[in-house]
T-cell receptor, first 113, second 115 residues
Framework: SQTIHQWPATLVQPVGSPLSLECTVE??????LYWYRQAAGRGLQLLFY??????ISSEVPQNLSASRPQDRQFILSSKKLLLSDSGFYLC????????????FGEGSRLTVL | AQKVTQAQTEISVVEKEDVTLDCVYE???????LFWYKQPPSGELVFLIR??????QNEISGRYSWNFQKSTSSFNFTITASQVVDSAVYFC????????????FGTGTRLLVSP
């Protein structure tokens, strides 16, 4: 069966520090991968998605970036965090032609101080 | 542009009450998909249902039921005989038929079920 894991689960970082959140999917190949952010009291916002290795599409201009170095690995990064980057980050995947449901990871809660 | 509106920010009910969560969507596409997800306190989103725009049949799964009405662009979710374990944030989402899943989420409805 397919599983998706994210880490770290929680992170407290000072403003201006770098960020790296990792997401790994197991049990499937060539998944479509996504990073969503959930800010306090708000819905989920799509940040990035990827249809294959090295292929990244950005939905929202920001100081975050994403990379997909391997088929089932998706990384969210920042060189310098802002206070507004605080939130709950969710990685998700879907397979096939992408019309099925998204499966989400456990989430990573980032607090920028 | 696509948009999903969940006007109910928070709903509080007592166990065994029925509760309906509203979802209204906007899209110019004729083919699209609608979803409901549950987010328990642990944070992980749990998939509940997917419905495509050509299937307006209502669906029932145990205590859960969904009412899809294209005429009013609504996809409402009803929990019958609510339980404390139903306490969570529920998200409605919409995706166009691009062959690639880009969900647009509503802001969610927090459901609190008290004993």
């Amino acid at each position: 069966s397919q599983t998706i894991h994210q880490w770290p689960a929680t992170l407290v970082q000072p403003v201006g520090s770098p960020l790296s959140l990792e997401c790994t999917v197991e049990g499937t190949s060539n998944p479509n991968l996504y990073w969503y952010r959930q800010a306090a009291g708000r819905g989920l916002q799509l940040l990035f998605y990827s249809v294959g290795i090295g292929q990244i599409s950005s939905e929202v201009p920001q100081n975050l970036s994403a990379s997909r170095p391997q088929d089932r690995q998706f990384i969210l990064s920042s060189k310098k965090l802002l206070l507004s980057d605080s939130g709950f980050y969710l990685c998700a995947w879907t397979g096939g032609k992408g019309t099925g449901e998204l499966f989400f990871g456990e989430g990573s809660r980032l607090t920028v101080l | 542009a696509q948009k999903v509106t969940q006007a109910q920010t928070e709903i509080s009910v007592v166990e065994k009450e029925d509760v309906t969560l509203d979802c209204v969507y906007e899209t110019r596409d004729t083919t699209y998909y609608l979803f409901w997800y549950k987010q328990p306190p642990s944070g992980e989103l749990v998939f509940l249902i997917r419905r495509n725009s050509f299937d307006e049949q209502n669906e029932i799964s145990g205590r859960y039921s969904w009412n899809f009405q294209k005429s009013t662009s609504s996809f409402n979710f009803t929990i019958t005989a609510s339980q404390v374990v139903d306490s969570a944030v529920y998200f409605c989402a919409l995706s166009e038929d691009t062959g690639f899943q880009k969900l647009v989420f509503g802001t969610g409805t927090r459901l609190l079920v008290s004993p």
